[in-house]
């Protein structure tokens, strides 16, 4: 069983997917989720061997799948595997993504642009298809990262919001077309605490930043029974901002 501050999660019994798992927030999912019980397949590209990643894969109830959620082929691999492997899938969490940024739209390189339509969005679509047959099996969830920004244009990063702003709506999407079989949410942070962040914007509010621990909090919390009337729904978590 996990606390969540005052709250206690239950995942005993349930498997959870969780993509982008060797990431600063994957990995404090994938964590949460093993804390409560769940029998966790992390996914990633990068593998937790790999000096960036910050997954523990030697933790009690997590097992580590490699995996370019990009392919297709890959996904369905690694979709099939875990549930060969478990019999069951009953969460999934689209967390793989990444920030691309500093450029007016005219000054874009169009490899920019489907690096962030390809790492943001298509990952969560591919992951998304190839996990509803099952998630449907078991009345499961699927939990997406869209972000704060999508929620509006801005300079300098347009692609990213408007790859974040698909997050969304494919979410709303997949919330409509499975009413009463898989709820489908997002998450929308804002700057997350990361060693990467902290790296790039060394002279912010670090302070200001939310923790990827209290982000999982709500990522558990949507994907548990307590959220059992929440589908479609874009949840911010960018704390007090």
Known sequence: MS??????????????????????LGSAIA??????GATVAAADVVEPDDEDALLDADRPNVGFYAGDFTDE?????????????????DALCNIAGTWRGGEPIDETDADTFDFLFDVN???????????LPHLRETGGTIVSVSSRSSLEGGEGDGVYRASKAGVRL????????????????????????????????PDADHDEWVDPADIAGVV?????????PTSGAAVPVYGEA
């Open 73 to 89: 082929d890959d996904v369905a691999g690694v979709v099939e595997a875990v549930r060969e492997d478990h019999g069951r899938l």
């Open 220 to 228: 558990l919390f949507l994907c548990s029974g307590a959220a059992s």
């Open 3 to 24: 606390r969540a501050h005052d709250c206690e999660f239950d995942f005993e019994g349930r498997v959870a997917l969780v993509t982008g798992a060797s990431g600063a």
């Open 121 to 131: 969005l298509k990952t969560m679509f591919l992951a998304s298809k190839h996990a």
């Open 170 to 201: 494919l979410t709303e999407t997949i919330a409509e077309e499975n009413e009463g079989a898989v709820r489908a949410n997002a998450v929308m942070p804002s700057v997350i605490d990361t060693p990467m962040n902290r790296e790039m914007m």
């Open 31 to 36: 964590e949460a989720f093993a804390d409560a």
